[in-house]
Each structure stands twice: as structure tokens, then as C-alpha cells.
């Protein structure tokens, strides 16, 4: 059993909520952080039934001071999994300027701070791994989706610098570009789309996390692009 202890942003449901059980199996002890307490719970109850120990660290991550308290009470962790985003979904030219910087507030700012937190938490130890939650999205363009699209292309530029600033501090840096999870979030951001059984799982996400934390300390893995195997294949 590994007695890590992982960090993980948005664990409230969705990914996140996989993410947390997953790493639950394998041994991490766990803090899970989100805004929703009684979610957080019941994620919480589920993971401990392995047999780790789980923190609940509820936190908005608008918030700087709250980001920096949030890292301070985990203590050292090994790993964070930056996984906590939302969208708002419209065409350009029908798009307002609020909407557009709530979505980089919670998706560039908050993965930001939690990754500048990480950082300085890693190397103040003997290193460890970030993990950030990217999408298709931050590769590829999609119609109704520039502000959402934009964080995430930003969420995976600063995933390059991170890689390259974390390399001498033996501080493994990735992102995970998901095409369509069949959550909540994705019934907002494509309406069209119904058979969410044909959709990638949420599951699948937090096994290429548990695959990246299984790399061996001479390799490392930038980017897994996950993407259904059947056609449509973005999607
Ligand atoms: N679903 C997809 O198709 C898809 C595809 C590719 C990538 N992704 C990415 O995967 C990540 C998880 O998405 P999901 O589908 O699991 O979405 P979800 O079910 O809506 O979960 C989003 C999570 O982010 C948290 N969150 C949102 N705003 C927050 C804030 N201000 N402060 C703290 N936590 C906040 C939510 O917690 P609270 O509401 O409790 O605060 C929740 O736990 C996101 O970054 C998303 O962009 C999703």
C-alpha cells in the first residue's frame, strides 16, 4: 500500500469524485477539497471504506486567501490533482465579459494559485506530482465554447512552464485532455449529446491518473489525450 497523501481539487462529484476513490484504493491518504460539504461527505465516506484517511478542506477556489489556507492545513502532500473547473456556454458575440471571467477566475486563477501553492509545498519536501485537468477543449476548438476553451488552453500552457520548473525539483508535472465525461458538466456544455454510456467515464479519467502516479521515477509522461476509441472520436 502506498501511504502517500494526495490533494484533490473538485472532488465534490464528477472526475474529482472518481479521482478519489481511485487514489483511495491505492493507498493515498486523501484531502479533498470543493465548496459543497455534505458532497464532500459522502465522497469522503466512500473513499475511507478503503482504509485510508480522508481530510474535508472546503474551500471556493475564487479565493486566494483561501487557496493559501487550504495548502497550509494539508501539510506536505505528494500529490495534487488540479481537477476543479466549470463552463458557461454561448456563442462569441452573445458572450458577456462576467461570465467570461468567472470561467478564468475558478479554471486559469484557481489552477494557477493551487499549482504556485504546490509547487512551493513540493519543493519545500522531496518533491512530487501535479496533475492538472486539462480538456479537448485546450487543444481543439468547439462551437459555444471560447471562454471555457481559452482556461483551458491556458491550463495546459502553464502545465508546460510547471514541467519544465519542476524538473530539477523532482516535481512530475502532467495534463489530462479528456474529450466529452459523461458528468453533469457535459450535459451544459453539449445538449446534443445523449448516450452518455458511449461517453468516456469518469472512471477512465482517474485511471490515467492512477497511471501517471504508477510512472517510474526515470520517465515521465506530459500529456495523456483520452479520447473515446469508437467514432465520433473526439467525443
Ligand atoms: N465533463 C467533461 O466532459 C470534461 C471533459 C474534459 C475536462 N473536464 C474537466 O474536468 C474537471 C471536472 O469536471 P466534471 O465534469 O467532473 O465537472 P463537475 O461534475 O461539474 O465537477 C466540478 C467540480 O469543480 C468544483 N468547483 C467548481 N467551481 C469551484 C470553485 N469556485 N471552488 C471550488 N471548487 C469548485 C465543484 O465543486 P463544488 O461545486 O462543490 O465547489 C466540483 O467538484 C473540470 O476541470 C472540467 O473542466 C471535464
Known sequence: MDTKKALITGASR???SAI???LAEKGYNLVLTARDLPMLETVSENCV?????????????????EIISLFEKSGPIELLVNNAGFGIFGPIDEFSLEDWQAIQKVNVEGAFLCLREALKNMKAHSGGRII????????????????????????????????????DHNIRVHAICPGGVATEMVKSARPDLTDFSAMIQPED??????????????????????????SPQSW
Do not use: F, M, W
Open 49 to 65: 471504506s478503503h482504509g485510508v484517511s480522508v481530510e474535508i478542506l472546503a474551500a471556493d477556489l475564487t479565493s486566494e486567501s
Open 205 to 230: 479519467v482517474a485511471d490515467a491518473v492512477a497511471y501517471l502516479c504508477s510512472l517510474p521515477p526515470n520517465i515521465t509522461v506530459d500529456v495523456i489525450h483520452l479520447r473515446r476509441a469508437a
Open 132 to 167: 492538472n485537468i486539462s480538456s479537448v477543449v485546450g487543444v481543439k476548438g468547439y462551437p459555444n465554447q471560447a471562454a471555457y476553451g481559452a482556461s483551458k488552453h491556458a491550463l495546459l500552457g502553464l502545465t508546460k512552464t510547471a514541467i519544465e520548473e519542476g524538473r
Open 20 to 22: 478519489a476513490l481511485k
Open 14 to 16: 464528477g472526475i474529482g
